[in-house]
């Protein structure tokens, strides 16, 4: 199959070679694009320097990139998902990976560690009280540094040429347009996107795990099993 995948402009590295690793093809289609806050960015990096967190959190691979290669020094590092830690191995730091690819799992992972201790989170403008409110509950305090936003492009999607057209957040459905066609099956990456593809009226045919390895694994055996 050939999938368009919604991503931000040029942070699309690798999907291909994955894509082609399970038998399909790939192109990227970015109804967002990241505006960065370069004055929040030099506020957190100055902030860990000066040593006010007992632990960051990175829930995606770009604010790994924003902010890791500018670190001298760090403490407990948490990272969401492979991709993610392997950008920050990339600046020579080495984090725990989540048990799964949802942040909800941040503070169960962690537990009685967290009472009484400070996490950092460099993220999009994008409201996760959920998350929040699991580290408050559990005894720790939240210092969210919100170091980009999430813009829509307003550009149509083109999926003239695509089988299928993989939502890779809930932002990224929420604020696409393309021309819906009734061969153009619906992919989501995880639950949470699947839950806003749903409200919206486009449920998906395929739901993954939270990383593009276990969507493309579950399209897989969605075609095996004849749709």
Same mark, same amino acid.
């Given at each position: 199959m050939k999938i368009a995948i &919604? +991503?931000?402009? #040029?942070?699309? %590295? !690798? #999907?291909?070679?994955?894509? $082609?690793?399970? !038998?399909? #093809?790939?192109?990227? $289609?970015?109804?967002?694009?990241?505006e960065l806050r370069q004055e929040r960015i030099d506020a957190f990096v100055e902030a860990v320097h000066r040593g006010e967190f007992d632990c960051l959190f990175f829930a995606s691979a770009l604010p790994a990139a924003l902010i890791a290669p500018r670190l001298e020094r760090w403490p407990r590092v948490i990272a969401i998902g492979p991709k993610t830690a392997g950008v920050l191995r990339d600046s020579g730091i080495e984090a725990e990976v989540l048990p799964s690819f949802y942040s909800r799992e941040f503070a169960p992972y962690l537990g009685d560690w967290l009472r009484g201790r400070t996490v950092g989170i460099p993220r999009a403008d994008v409201p996760n009280p959920g998350l929040i409110e699991a580290i408050v509950a559990a005894g720790g305090v939240v +210092?969210? /540094? +919100?170091?980009?936003?999430?813009?829509? &492009? !307003?550009? /149509?999607? %083109?999926?003239? !040429?695509? #089988?299928?057209?993989?939502?890779?957040?809930?932002?990224?459905? +929420? /604020? %696409?347009r393309w021309q819906p066609r009734d061969d153009l099956l619906h992919l989501a990456i995880g639950e949470t996107t699947a839950d806003a593809m749903r409200a919206g009226g486009h449920p998906p045919a395929v739901v993954g795990d939270g990383s593009l390895a276990g969507t493309l694994g579950a399209l897989n055996r969605y075609i095996v099993e004849g749709r």
């Open positions: &919604t +991503r931000l402009e #040029d942070k699309a %590295a !690798g #999907d291909r070679a994955l894509c $082609v690793k399970y !038998g399909h #093809d790939c192109y990227t $289609v970015s109804p967002l694009r990241a +210092r969210e /540094e +919100r170091v980009y936003a999430l813009v829509p &492009t !307003g550009t /149509e999607l %083109a999926v003239e !040429g695509a #089988d299928a057209l993989l939502f890779t957040s809930a932002m990224s459905y +929420r /604020e %696409a």
